[in-house]
């Protein structure tokens, strides 16, 4: 098994802004995960911030990509599998991908993950709303966040479910290379717990605003839509509108 180093935080700015900052100054692979009990500067997808106060688990881990990156974006996906995977265990109760990096629970986020290329290394960042109390968070949130807490569910044993979740992502892209191009099996589970499906969206990618019908994750982590042109597949995005 692969040896990592743990490195335990009670307050951080962002343990992905920690983590990018030894992956950049290092010469070797980096093989860590940090942990904080709370962020001061907690930062999500586009340049958005992430509510982090304590109550909630926020870490960020390093896997160095040996290979080619053309299938790097993929492991945001693979990320919130495991993250789905190994809460599920605790909350007995499917979870759901809103593509490409938000879990929900009961139609609420329950979890944003933010996966950052450096130096041929992903460094994946996860944060967890497990103690929190949604009247606590900022009012653009409140109505749209949940927490294990607000679903009656106990608090995990927070090194157990940060080790389980890395481990199985070193498993999975080591081990079984799961860049290296076989991830039909992967966006099957993806697709199994699919928040999106048969949901009208609108998404922004780069200039582009795309309206569709979601229809599922591709093998390649693309969000296939259905629009007035037939089946488009869009790679990256940030998913602005839903309705059933
Ligand atoms: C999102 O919701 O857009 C992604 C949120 C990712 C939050 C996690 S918390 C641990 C790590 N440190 C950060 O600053 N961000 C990630």
């Not at 389980?164 to 991830?183: C, F, H, P």
Request: aromatic content about 8%; hydrophobic content about 35%.
């Amino acid at each position: 098994m692969l040896s990592r180093e743990y490195i335990f935080k009670n307050e951080t700015v962002s343990t992905s802004s920690d983590l990018k900052e030894i992956v950049r100054s290092s010469s070797l692979p980096v093989y860590a995960v940090i942990i904080a009990e709370r962020q001061s500067g907690g930062r999500g997808r586009m340049g958005k911030s992430f509510f982090s106060p304590k109550g909630g688990i926020y870490f960020s881990a390093s896997f160095p990509i040996s290979g080619s990156l053309e299938n790097a974006p993929f492991i945001t996906l693979l990320a919130g599998l495991y993250v789905c995977k190994a809460l599920e265990k605790v909350c007995s109760e499917r979870l759901y991908i809103k593509w490409p990096n938000d879990i929900y629970l009961g139609g609420k986020k329950l979890c944003g993950i933010l996966a950052e290329l450096i130096n041929n290394t992903a460094v994946v960042g996860v944060g967890i709303n497990c103690e929190i109390n949604s009247d606590s968070c900022p009012p653009e949130l409140k109505d749209i966040v949940t927490s294990l807490s607000e679903h009656g569910i106990e608090p995990p044993d927070k090194k157990a479910l940060i080790a389980e979740i890395v481990s199985a992502l070193d498993r999975e892209l080591y081990r079984n290379n799961a860049l290296a191009g076989k991830t039909e099996s992967y966006a099957r589970q993806i697709n199994a717990r699919f928040y999106l499906k048969d949901k009208n969206v609108k998404i922004a990618s780069g200039e582009k605003e795309i309206f569709g019908k979601a229809l599922r994750v591709s093998p390649k982590g693309a969000l296939v839509l259905q629009t007035e042109n037939g089946e488009e597949e869009v790679i990256s995005g940030t998913v602005f509108r839903v309705e059933s």
